[in-house]
């Protein structure tokens, strides 16, 4: 493994310890608490794995977007995904580089949570909770192109990752810009508590 890799994997194993217990039990029940650094296209190296534990591979479309990806949570492998030769990942400072990496994999740590437990309803509000999240995470979302089923799912891993790195920088209370639904969302489906 290169020095890089290395240090990715002791930044994501850091990440994870510093999740509440609790969720980490979650993504444990859920299947998610494995994770793989990987240094080329996600969806290209998803699809390869996919295929040779016997399943079908990804379609193109789903490939061609997640090799654009940072990071992807892939239920049919149970695995976490982080690419960590992401041209936005290279060339940060060592302090913006753990503070990027871990946040990527809050966020497809939340992102499994929100696949699993999500309920249709939840899935349907999607339009609905894009308008109440604060702009920085709507805008992200619009731009990066989702379709309306993923919305949700989006807003619960993004929101997520933001309080996980508030919650260890000593913040517990609910942040100002957080909309009540969404905060409540958050605690059903990841077990968030104060
Ligand atoms: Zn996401």
């Known amino acids: 493994m290169s020095a890089p890799e290395t240090d990715a994997v002791r930044i994501v194993r850091l990440a994870w310890l510093r999740l509440p217990p609790a969720h980490r039990s979650l993504l444990e029940a859920v299947g998610a608490s494995q994770w ?89 509000a999607g339009d609905k909770l894009l308008a109440l999240a604060p702009e920085g995470i709507s805008e992200g979302i619009r731009s990066a192109g989702y379709g309306a089923k993923n919305y949700t799912h989006e807003v619960v891993a993004e929101t997520y990752a933001l309080m996980m790195a508030r919650r260890i920088r000593g913040h517990r209370d609910k942040p100002t810009w957080l909309d009540d639904e969404i905060y409540n969302l958050l605690k059903r489906v990841t077990g968030w508590v104060d």
């Open 36 to 124: 793989q650094i990987v240094t080329g296209p996600i969806g290209s190296i998803a699809d390869d794995m996919l295929r040779s534990a016997g399943q079908l591979g990804l379609l193109p479309p789903a490939r061609s977007r997640l090799d654009g990806a940072l990071g992807a949570w892939v239920p049919g492998l149970q695995v976490l995904l982080i690419n960590i030769g992401h041209p936005a990942i290279a060339g940060l400072d060592t302090q913006a580089h753990e503070a990027f990496v871990a946040h990527i994999a809050w966020h497809e740590w939340g992102h499994a949570l929100s696949l699993a437990r999500c309920s249709p309803e939840d899935v349907a």
